[in-house]
């Protein structure tokens, strides 16, 4: 758990003070939160010894007045400050991944990972930020208020404290074990997410030929039998979890009738004052109620450690390098081709697919790519505009192997029409000029009249 709170705060960055914030808020709010047992305590102390006035009671009542309001403005700034601090988190989180995904080859596109990136983006990130962030100053409150009471056992009877001692280690083996499944059955959880969400993606995407030719019944089977695993992993989950939470609730109940019954037994004896008795009777049934409330929040971190996981491993991908300083000449030398291919060797993973291609391109001339459909005309052309790196040669572009020039240079100069094309809702001529916003109108009718050429 506390490296979980680690973690949390090692992704803040800049806002680490607010979760700092918070968690002091919490803690205090922890022990603002038993003021009104340990006031009742006072009372029934004053009571069982005659000595309670009503100028006692008018400070008690007072006292417990302020805690409350107290208690009430903590709670608040605890909640100020780290759910604010989940948001704003994640939005600069999702601006840094965004970025990070424009510097990553195609070939990361390509291999089935759009499923785990909308994943990321629409599960993981908002369990994080709308459920888990909430959750992190509960827990630290609970594990504040379960050693506040710990303490006070003690303070009340050495022999009690120590049987609340040992149920508390007790509950803390049990919760690892717990802990262990959870995260096993979280990461589960969290990758049939991914499945799922990959599944509709794909099924939107085919949705016009699927329909084309009637087979939509066929076509929704794997969407269909996602849903149905999703289901089943959520309902396992909690199937899993059950045991390990009825065993915390019935160590609970002993801990709680054993202290309770030893109380009665001391106070019998004459070793326990019967306002101690009271006492205890005011905290034994709130004993382990911060403890079990700790444990049944930890399935929430389990699944939070799940997709923080997720999500660096998507941000540690490694982008395609952009270290290029030399820029490319304004045209190429005389007799120098314009583009040159020189033994390019290209694999997706472990699948070579292009095989030593050497050709050139000079100026003023169209060079048409011919081929079977995955012949490996598209990668060819994803190649120059450096979608991807080659696994071995070069690839020139007047004179200049395009590695060495910076990314955004090299797409100044290189137009693309993919096979699909995509309108905005907007004029004709909004279209064309957003590829440059502060095109002239002559640049924009000179262009159109271009494409018209190419039609």
């Not at 409350?68 to 709670?75: F, K, N």
């Not at 056992?153 to 049987?163: A, C, E, K, S, T």
């Not at 030398?333 to 020189?342: A, I, K």
């Not at 079977?372 to 696994?391: E, F, H, Y």
């Amino acid at each position: 758990m506390f490296a979980m709170f680690s973690r949390i705060l090692k992704l803040s960055g800049r806002y680490k003070g607010r979760i700092q914030g918070a968690f002091v808020c919490a803690f205090l709010e922890s022990i603002l939160s038993k003021m009104p047992i340990v006031l009742a305590f006072v009372v029934l102390s004053r009571f069982a010894a005659d000595t309670l006035t009503s100028q006692t009671c008018l400070y008690i009542g007072l006292g417990l007045a302020a805690a409350v309001l107290v208690q009430m403005l903590v709670h608040y700034l605890s909640d100020s400050l780290q759910s604010a601090a989940g948001y704003l988190m994640f939005a600069d989180k999702r601006m840094e991944l965004g970025s990070h995904l424009r510097k990553l080859p195609m070939g990361y596109f390509t291999s089935g990972n759009i499923g785990k990136i909308s994943s990321v983006l629409s599960t993981d990130m908002v369990f994080i930020e709308e459920v888990a962030m909430s959750t992190l100053g509960n827990m630290m409150g609970y594990l504040l208020s379960s050693l506040i009471l710990l303490v006070f056992m003690f303070y009340l009877n050495v022999q009690l404290g120590l049987i609340a001692a040992a149920v508390t280690v007790l509950a803390w083996l049990v919760s690892k074990g717990m802990n262990k499944v959870s995260l096993r059955e979280a990461a589960e959880r969290q990758e049939q997410s991914e499945r799922l969400t990959d599944a509709v993606l794909s099924f939107v995407e085919g949705i016009g030929v699927i329909k084309s030719y009637n087979l939509l019944g066929e076509k929704s089977e794997e969407l269909t039998d996602n849903f149905h695993r999703s289901r089943n992993t959520s309902l396992a989950f909690e199937q899993k979890m059950t045991p390990w939470t009825m065993s915390l609730n019935i160590l609970y109940g002993i801990g709680i009738a054993a202290i309770f019954g030893l109380s009665i037994v001391l106070e019998q004896r004459g070793a326990l004052p019967l306002a101690y008795v009271l006492g205890v009777l005011l905290f034994v049934f709130d004993l382990f109620g911060p403890l079990k409330a700790l444990y049944g929040e930890a399935s929430r971190l389990t699944v939070m450690d799940a997709a923080l996981d997720r999500i660096e491993a998507v941000l540690n991908e490694p982008e395609l390098p952009d270290t290029g300083k030399q820029h490319l000449p304004a045209q190429a030398q005389p007799g120098q081709p314009e583009v040159q291919f020189n033994d390019v060797v290209f694999a997706y993973q472990d699948k070579e697919v292009l095989h030593h291609i050497s050709f050139a391109m000079k100026k003023d001339s169209m060079t048409a790519l011919v081929g079977p459909s995955g012949s490996g005309k598209s990668t060819i052309a994803n190649l120059l505009a450096r979608l991807w790196d080659v696994k071995s040669g070069s690839i020139i572009i007047r004179g200049m192997d395009i590695r060495n020039v910076p990314l955004a240079e090299l797409m100044e100069q290189i137009s693309m029409v993919f096979q699909r094309v995509y309108l905005f809702q907007d004029t004709i001529y909004n279209n064309i000029s957003i590829g440059k916003p502060d095109a002239t109108e002559e640049e924009v009718y000179a262009a159109a009249k271009k494409a018209r050429c190419y039609d």
